[in-house]
T-cell receptor
């Protein structure tokens, strides 16, 4: 089925390590997003992209980087992992604007623990 | 600034009870969207409803109903005759009319536990 695919589903990192969370969508959506969900805190936007080659910071971008070389892929890079980055990460996408905006299609999430 | 407040952190009910989840929002925009998402224990986020700011009609879908009141900036969600499968975290969210440029603002969520 079409949708947003995130890998890996779970990961344990040691402090100072780096990793890339992968996100791919096959719906030809222009807009893609990365959110993090901390317990009891809702979802907070890390980065987003309005199309290939264009990215912008969200509310909590520090410690992360993104790239968008294709419409389909929007990887999130963690450099020098810290315990504060322990969270569940969600990738999402949409192609709707204005009256056609029906919210996002979310991936199933990546649970990351930094120890 | 935009903000969504879900004052109820956790709610516990017994099966078949009705339950209302509260959502209060703040925005200076005259046109905006409101959403509810469900996050079951499996962790995925499931879209439930979108409401336009210029449409204040209440909506009913099966056991679910939504009460949008612009005068009080509220968009409350009621589950009638709750079931164990309704146990989940429910998020209310707000976006500008343009919607797509990363401004879907979420509340902190309400965890609903429905006991048999």
């Amino acid at each position: 089925n079409a949708g947003v695919t995130q890998t890996p589903k779970f990961r344990i990192l040691k402090i100072g390590q780096s990793m890339t969370l992968q996100c791919t969508q096959d719906m030809n959506h222009n807009y893609m997003y990365w959110y993090r969900q901390d317990p009891g805190m809702g979802l907070k936007l890390i980065y987003y992209s309005v199309g290939a080659g264009i990215t912008d910071k969200g509310e909590v971008p520090n410690g992360y980087n993104v790239s968008r070389s294709t419409t389909e892929d929007f990887p999130l890079r963690l450099e020098l992992a810290a315990p504060s980055q322990t969270s569940v990460y969600f990738c999402a996408s949409t192609d709707g604007q204005g009256a056609l905006f029906y919210g996002y299609t979310f991936g199933s999430g990546t649970r990351l623990t930094v120890v | 600034a935009q903000k969504v407040t879900q004052a109820q952190t956790e709610i516990s009910v017994v099966e078949k009870e009705d339950v209302t989840l509260d959502c209060v929002y703040e925005t200076r925009d005259t046109t905006y969207y409101l959403f509810w998402y469900k996050q079951p224990p499996s962790g995925e986020l499931v879209f439930l409803i979108r409401r336009n700011s210029f449409d204040e009609q209440n909506e009913i879908s099966g056991r679910y109903s939504w009460n949008f009141q612009k005068s009080t900036s509220s968009f409350n969600f009621t589950i009638t005759a709750s079931q164990v499968v309704d146990s989940a975290v429910y998020f209310c969210a707000l976006s500008r009319y343009g919607g797509s440029q990363g401004n879907l603002i979420f509340g902190k969520g309400t965890k609903l536990s429905v006991k048999p």
